[in-house]
Structure formats: C-alpha cells, structure tokens
C-alpha cells in the first residue's frame, strides 16, 4: 500500500518570495508517479505539476518546481516568485504504474502575505 | 475548456435520509473517480469506474453506499441510510483513457449530514 505524508498543516509566505512545501511517500513498486494538486477555496482541484520516478531530472513547470529524491522518498514543490493566486491546499499525490488510484497525503494550507 | 460537472454543490440531509450526487465527466474520458475528502484530510478514493464497469470499489462503504454509471457517461453516488460520519466533501474526477497522468476534478458536493 502506498502512503503519502505532509508534515506541514499551514505554511505562509511574503508575496514575490520564494516557498517550499513538503512531502514525503512510502511505496513498494518501482514504477510510479508523483504529483502536487493545488485545492484554492471553494474552486476545483487542479494539477501543478508531475514527475515520474523513473526520470532522475526534477520536473518544473513555469514558477512551479519540485525536489525529487527517490532514495529518500521525498517530493518537496518549490513556488518561486509566489503571487496572492497561489494561496490554496496543496496536496502531495502519487499512484502506481498500471493503477492510477493516487493516495493524497493531508494537504498543506498554504498563505500569501501581500 | 471543458470541466467535470457535479451537482449538487451542496447538501444537507439528516440521518437515515436518503442522498444522492451526480456527475457529468469531461465528454470522452472513459475513466470516472469518486472520492471522499472529510474535513482536514486529502481524497480518498471510493469507486473507480472504467466505462460502465466498477474497476475498484474496495473503500465503497457498500452496506450505505452505491455508484452507478450506466451508460458508461455521467454517474450517482448514492448513500442510503446517511450517518453523521458522512458529512464531507464528495468530489468527482476523470481522466482520458491512456493518459495515465491527469485526473480532471468537479467542483465537489458538500454533504452535511445533521
């Protein structure tokens, strides 16, 4: 069975600075994929970025970008330049090759100070 | 751009009521998710739908609960007695069939259950 933790319940940030959220996951397979979804109040659940385990270079879309460490397990999103629109729950997320379930870790509120 | 689709956005029911959530996936996705997210918590996954075939429906409550998607289209979850632990967000995703890496979300129903 796969796990997914995230550590931190609430984190804040100043706007235009730099944050890193953190994740943690435990699986068995070998082949799998990971993923931050970004939950903003009251609105759909969206995905900010993947990566798949197999490929050793940390996925970045735009100001979005993530720490991947497989021999740690660890899966840390960093948000660059953050803007008042990236205030929302963001949960870690990740699912096996060949079953896509994905277990989602608790979520980490996160807060823009303008 | 097309969305996933659920109604209602929210409902309050007493216990032993009978409830029921619809969703409307994104035109073609052959793949439907229901899952759970109680308050303070991430998704969990309650029924996964291939087509109209159940693939997964391991954490499906049964004794209460029941999903259909007869057409292989839009789907309901029932939940027939309510109890108070029911309160929580029911949220709807799909995914295209062959695109193992994104799951569009609904808007999600909010049950409260009194």
């Known amino acids: 069975a796969q796990t997914v933790t995230q550590s931190q319940p609430e984190m804040s940030v100043q706007e235009a600075e730099t944050v890193t959220l953190s994740c943690t996951y435990d699986t068995s397979e070998s082949d799998y994929y990971l993923f931050w979804y970004k939950q903003p109040p009251s609105r759909q659940m969206i995905l900010v970025i993947r990566q798949e385990a197999y490929k050793q270079q940390n996925a970045t879309e735009n100001r979005f970008s993530v720490n991947f460490q497989k021999a740690a397990k660890s899966f840390s999103l960093k948000i660059s330049d953050s803007q008042l629109g990236d205030a929302a729950m963001y949960f870690c997320?990740?699912?096996?090759?060949?079953?896509?379930?994905?277990?989602f870790g608790t979520g980490t509120r996160l807060t823009i100070i303008p | 751009e097309a969305e996933v689709a659920q109604s209602p956005r929210y409902k309050i029911t007493e216990k032993s009521q009978a409830v029921a959530f619809w969703c409307d996936p994104i035109?073609?996705?052959?793949?439907l998710y229901w899952y759970r997210q109680i308050l303070g918590q991430g998704p969990e996954l309650l029924v996964q739908f291939q087509d109209e075939s159940v693939v997964d429906d391991s954490q499906l409550p049964k004794d209460r609960f029941s999903a259909e998607r007869l057409k292989g289209v839009d789907s309901t979850l029932k939940i027939q007695p309510a109890e108070l632990g029911d309160s929580a967000m029911y949220l709807c995703a799909s995914r295209e069939l062959g695109q193992p890496y994104e799951q569009y979300f609904g808007p999600g129903t909010r049950l409260t259950v009194t």
């Open positions: 997320a990740s699912s096996n090759f060949g079953n896509e379930k994905l277990t």
């Open positions: 035109s073609g996705h052959a793949t």
